[in-house]
């Protein structure tokens, strides 16, 4: 393997410390003359690239633009008439909710541990610390490692960039209980699940210690070498469990199976499916921290394994159904999406397309055919296109990224080179226990959480207001006036 600028060390993406205390006082010290009874010590000052700067910054804007517009559309064309507004409130006001709550705690919690953060008060493997609570210690002088040892970008690049993945996460669980769920409990139940399931998930797999300091303390599963590029496992997989067990203790909406509850506006939903597509660019690509080789790489990937998906649950649904949808096209590209995410740097553009068909084929097959088996209202395919694309892509990684199937391998940094000895069936074991500690995690906290709310606030609006929709009946104004 290449290194720098070709093939990125292989190490899960985003698992970053964010080390910008010592940075500076390195800086300084590079900079300061030597007296005559100073030892002097040869530094070397770190690098910091504006390439890498400014995509980084471009990545966390296409990110952003996932959330609102792209899954506020998504979803609201999704939905009846009546509730579209309800829908796109709800996208909107979780992503301003979760930007504040990322810069007040989320941050410090999620990327601080003890060892290289110092905050000695850090359970390193489970939850960081309050060390950069309120952003404390962090400016415009502090800098965030990348992949490359002694490459750095600005640390409030790598702040406003996990900023926009952490407002995506609990948007995503919105779609579950659309229709029916109560405004307030909506927003509870997500900040519950935000503080309990994300910010934990997220540092078990991202927090390391760098390439300058890779023994450091560091995540749990990424100490065990779980391999997740752009957030398979912390995202989706997180998401979609909540969003299934979410769904299952609020209940169906009023006449689920007995009434048509069909899309109220699909131009909606493809355009926010396309700004999703577009946007993931920033989400994958951008995780690679650098403008290099590896970030075409998870472009291609991102392309090429979303448009077999889209094909494979378009074709499929017209084996099964006797018809290609635009819907089934537009669910299948969300699903190749949420597959190639953890995959998309580590596995090569045939391993990807072989990703995307699986996760737009598996998919289809739950949505048409086993949701309904089960009777569970999961009203847009959260679980079904999220749980079950993340599981996907999260286990055929650790296949794919086999340099003898045309994947990356990884990165040893102590041995500065690729691991010679990689294990497809080690690897997709460790991958294992990533999904399994994911669903584990998610499935108890999103419980819990559910049982405070409804102890709190209550989880479903009344039949009456359910019946009226809850555009009306929430926030006073309708979508369309006739």
Known sequence: MIRPTAIKPMIPALALPLIGLAVPALAQDAEAPATMAETVVETVAPIVDKGDTTWMMVSAILVMMMSIPGLALFYGGLVRAKNMLSVLMQVFTVFCIM???WVAFGYSLAFTGAGSAEDATALT???GGLSKAFLAGVGTGSLAETFTQNVFVPEYVFVIFQM????????????ATVERMKFPAVLLFVVIWFFFSYLP?????????????????????FGHGDLDFAGG???HINAGIAGLVAAIVVGPRLGYGKELMAPHNLPFTFLGGCL???GWFGFNAGSNMEATGTAALAILNTTVATSAAALAWAFGEWLFRGHPSLLGGISGAIAGLVGITPAAGFVGPMGAIVIGLAAGFLC????????????IDESLDVFGIHGIGGIVGAILTGVFAAPSLGGSGIYDYAAGAVAADYSIAGQVTTQALGVVVAVIWSGVVSFVALMI???VTGLRSSANDERQGLDVTAHGENAYNS
Not at 164 to 175: D, S
Not at 204 to 210: A, D, F, L, R
């Open 99 to 101: 930007s504040l709550l």
């Open 125 to 127: 493997p489970f939850i």
């Open 164 to 175: 926009a993945f952490a407002c995506i996460a609990p948007a995503l669980i919105v779609g």
């Open 201 to 221: 998930m997220a540092h078990m797999v991202w927090w390391w210690g760098g390439p300058s300091a890779y023994d450091a303390p560091s995540g749990f599963l």
């Open 233 to 235: 496992t912390v995202i």
């Open 276 to 278: 999703l597509w577009i």
């Open 364 to 375: 289809m097959w739950f949505v048409i055919s086993l949701k309904g088996k089960l009777g």
């Open 453 to 455: 709310v409804k102890a």
